[in-house]
Each structure stands twice: as structure tokens, then as C-alpha cells.
């Protein structure tokens, strides 16, 4: 019998009772994978995704485990569609505990989606970044947001000038721009929380290869090899390990107070100095938050020195 994802994250003895979690990308894969380990320990369970069937499928079997769960399609290449979302979110819960920014995907198209940004920037930080500033208020204060990153942010430059191009980014590039500004984004969010004295923490993850994600069939042939040659990304078999990374530090005791912290293996690691660099998130940040058309989340926080770690 397969290892359980909570208890490969050593949380399978956790309480999770009365707490409320949110996962985006949660019909499929590691996210999936998460919810039903949320829902064994008793968490209650918002389910995203794009299909109404799988989703339902979803919430049965989290049904079958005793816990309350609900669905809630949307497509995040469209912003109103995210705001529905958050809408949802805040009429079904009276808090929310676990947000879970896992949604995302590597496309080989070139589109401009939503406002007019090329869509894997779109879909795999601005949706998540619109996302969590409609639902900073819903947190409750010991809350948890964790984003979705990936060790293909290494070789990746913050470069915002070219979003609105429809000659822009595509494939692999695109997707390791886009995994830099999640971490980015999951750093500057620590910082302003922390400097806003909310103990709410924030912190990214690399989930590891997973064939089962269905992200292989877009991943260059000799990208995963050379990476694995090089150290820098974890082995990983399965989706139950994928998903175990992200309840590791959604939920571990270890990583409590942990944020602004890049995490892979089930340890804090060095992302890259770009996705380090300060002055790129904060520039992230601000720029999101224009390109979207709203107010600067959190915008006259300032953040302190110490933080979030380097």
C-alpha cells in the first residue's frame, strides 16, 4: 500500500479539526492529492478547479472521510472568474486557515488572457497574486499561505516588459519566468505581513518531478535530467510525494513559524539570487497589482528588515 502524502510530511497525527483550507488546483495531481489529506485530518475543504466533474468527484470522496467540502469552478485566465472564487470562499467559510496557491500549468501557446498579460504569467502568478489580496482579510490571524513554486525558476530574470507583448513568452521559458515571480510574490507577502504584525505566514515550495502531475509531457527531455545531474532538484516518484511537500509546510509543526521562505526536500533551501533580490519583488508586487487594475495590496506596510529570510 502507497505511503499516505501526510504521512510521508510526518503530520498524519495532526488535528486539522475546525480549520477551513482552500486549495487551488485541486482536482488533479499533488493538489488533489493534498486535499484528500487535509480531509483526513479533518479539515474542511474548498476545491478549485476547471471541471465541474472532477471536482465533484473531489468532494464525494472527501464526503466519504466525514469532512464538509464544496467546489468551486474557475478559470484562472479570467480575473473576474478568480474574484467569484474568492467570493465563494468568503460566503461558505467565516475564515479561512490554509490557502493553498497550487493551480498553474506550462503552456506552449502564446495569448494574451485577462487584462492583456501573456497567459502563463497570468494564469500561474497574477490569478494567485489577485487571488490572495481578496482574501488577506478572510485569514485568520496563525493562518498559512503557501504558493507553488518550482526549482525551473533557476536561470529565470524578473523582466515585466514584455507581458502585455503577444510575442512574448512561451513554454519553458515562460514557465520558469512565472515560478520566479511565485516566489518572488510568496516572499514579498511575508514581509508585509510580518512588518503588518498579522501572524499570518507565507512561504513557496518546490513539489518535485512528478510524472503523475501531468506536468512531463510539456518538460524538455534532457531539463529534468540535467537537474537531477546537478542536485537541485529532489527525486520524486509520485503525487503522494509531490503533495506531501506542500503539507509539509502547510502544516508541519517544524515550519510554523517559518515565512518568506523558499522550501524543497522538506527543508528551507537557496532559491536563486534573482528570486532573492528585494527590490524585484517589491517592483513585482506593486506592478501586479496595476496590471490587474486594483489597489496595492497591503501597500503602505513597510517591510522590516529581518523579515523574511535571504
Known amino acids: 500500500m502507497a505511503t499516505s502524502p501526510e504521512a510521508l510530511a510526518s503530520v498524519s497525527t495532526l488535528d486539522c479539526s475546525g480549520k477551513t483550507a482552500l486549495i487551488t488546483g485541486s482536482t488533479n495531481g499533488i493538489g488533489r492529492a493534498a486535499a484528500l489529506a487535509l480531509g483526513r485530518l479533518g479539515a474542511d475543504v474548498i476545491v478549485h478547479g476547471r471541471d465541474p466533474d472532477a471536482g465533484a468527484a473531489v468532494v464525494a470522496s472527501l464526503s466519504e472521510v466525514g469532512t464538509d467540502a464544496t467546489f468551486v469552478a474557475a478559470d484562472f485566465t479570467d480575473p473576474d472568474a478568480v474574484r467569484r472564487l474568492a467570493e465563494a470562499t468568503r460566503s461558505w467559510t467565516d475564515g479561512l486557515d490554509l490557502l493553498l496557491n497550487n493551480a498553474g500549468g506550462l503552456f506552449q ?27 488577506l482579510d478572510h485569514l485568520r490571524e496563525g493562518a498559512r499561505v503557501v504558493t507553488t513554486a518550482s526549482e525551473a525558476h533557476r536561470g529565470a530574470t524578473l523582466s515585466l516588459d514584455r507581458l502585455r507583448d503577444g510575442g512574448g513568452r512561451a513554454g519553458m521559458a515562460a514557465y520558469s519566468h512565472s515560478k520566479l515571480a511565485n516566489i518572488l510574490f510568496a516572499n514579498e507577502l511575508g514581509r508585509r505581513l510580518h512588518a503588518a504584525e498579522r501572524t499570518v505566514t507565507s512561504n513557496s515550495v518546490h513539489p518535485g518531478f512528478v510524472p503523475g502531475s501531468q506536468f512531463g509531457r510539456f518538460l ?16 520524486t ?7 506531501a511537500e506542500l503539507l509539509y509546510v502547510a502544516l508541519s509543526p517544524d515550519t510554523e513559524n517559518a515565512t518568506g521562505q523558499y522550501f524543497t526536500g522538506q527543508q528551507p533551501a537557496a532559491p536563486t539570487e534573482a528570486a532573492r533580490d528585494r527590490e524585484a519583488a517589491t517592483r513585482l508586487w506593486t506592478q501586479s497589482a496595476a496590471m490587474l487594475g486594483i489597489d496595492e495590496p497591503l501597500a503602505h506596510v513597510l517591510a522590516k528588515p529581518g523579515a523574511a529570510s535571504d
Open 109 to 135: 501557446e502564446k495569448r494574451l488572457v485577462g487584462p492583456g498579460v501573456e497567459l502563463t504569467f497570468h494564469v500561474n502568478h497574477l490569478a494567485p497574486y489577485l487571488l490572495t489580496a481578496h482574501l
Open 237 to 243: 516518484s509520485s503525487v503522494a510525494d509531490g503533495a
Open 220 to 235: 524538455p527531455g534532457p531539463l529534468a535530467g540535467l537537474f537531477r545531474l546537478l542536485g537541485v532538484v529532489p527525486g
